[in-house]
């Protein structure tokens, strides 16, 4: 049973389109945090919500944590071919800070 | 510029065969991780180490063994690997010294793909 459901799992669009992705949980976790994963490498981290409701932004991408700290969302703008890859949330236990649940990643791929 | 670095990026086994995927991050980082990626399931935690010597299991232990002798080095070890062991494998380290108060980023490298026949 996965802790973290990750939805769409995958999701194939045109360049220029927006799109949200959607990370939700039963469970309240400490940290929430976006890794991105290009094929033939490790996930790098996009972002770190710490804050029920905490909304960042970087470039064309918004994240939101939810006001529980349940779940949140990735949404992007104007996709561009370069977006593409494997979306993975990855939710922060308190008290042990080491201890993360990986979601099952959604695939994107932006057609341009 | 950082780096995690993993001995192997394609590993193919038999099965029974004893199996070392080794591990190396020269970031002074405390903290480090296994992890194994399957499709559908995400990245799912084996074991990890926050110390020199140290271990603990994680998720789905089973199978597997770890050894941290020295602090940047980090091992997995399949005793005796089984087919249902292929997968890819992803190391991580983080460090217990965060900025702010978010939690620690764990840096990967870039995954060995082990092939049990």
């Known amino acids: 049973t996965q802790l973290l459901e990750q939805s769409p799992q995958f999701l194939s669009i045109q360049e220029g389109e927006n799109l949200t992705v959607y990370c939700n949980s039963s469970s309240v976790f400490s940290s929430l945090q976006w890794y991105r994963q290009e094929p033939g490498e490790g996930p790098v981290l996009l972002v770190t919500?710490?804050?029920?409701?905490e909304v960042k932004k970087l470039k064309r991408l918004t994240f939101q944590f939810g006001d529980a700290r349940k779940d949140s969302s990735l949404h992007i703008t104007a996709a561009q071919p370069g977006d593409t890859g494997l979306y993975l949330c990855a939710g922060g236990v308190r008290h042990n800070f080491n201890k993360f649940y990986f979601g099952s990643g959604t695939k994107l791929n932006v057609k341009p | 510029d950082v780096k995690v670095t993993q001995s192997s990026r394609y590993l193919v086994k038999r099965t029974g065969e004893k199996v070392f995927l080794e591990c190396v991050q020269d970031?002074?980082?405390?903290?480090m991780f296994w992890y194994r990626q399957d499709p559908g399931l995400g990245l799912r935690l084996i074991y990890f180490?926050?110390?020199?010597?140290?271990?603990e299991k994680g998720d789905i232990p089973e199978g597997y063994s770890v050894s941290r002798e020295k602090k940047e080095r980090f091992s997995l070890i399949l005793e005796s690997a089984s087919t249902n062991q292929t997968s890819m494998y992803l190391c991580?380290?983080?460090?217990?010294?965060?900025?702010?108060?978010?939690?620690?980023?764990?840096?990967f490298g870039e995954g060995s793909r082990l092939t049990v026949l």
């Open positions: 970031m002074d980082h405390e903290n």
């Open positions: 991580a380290s983080s460090s217990n010294h965060i900025q702010g108060s978010a939690t620690g980023e764990l840096f």
């Open positions: 919500v710490v804050t029920g409701g």
């Open positions: 180490s926050y110390d020199v010597k140290m271990k």
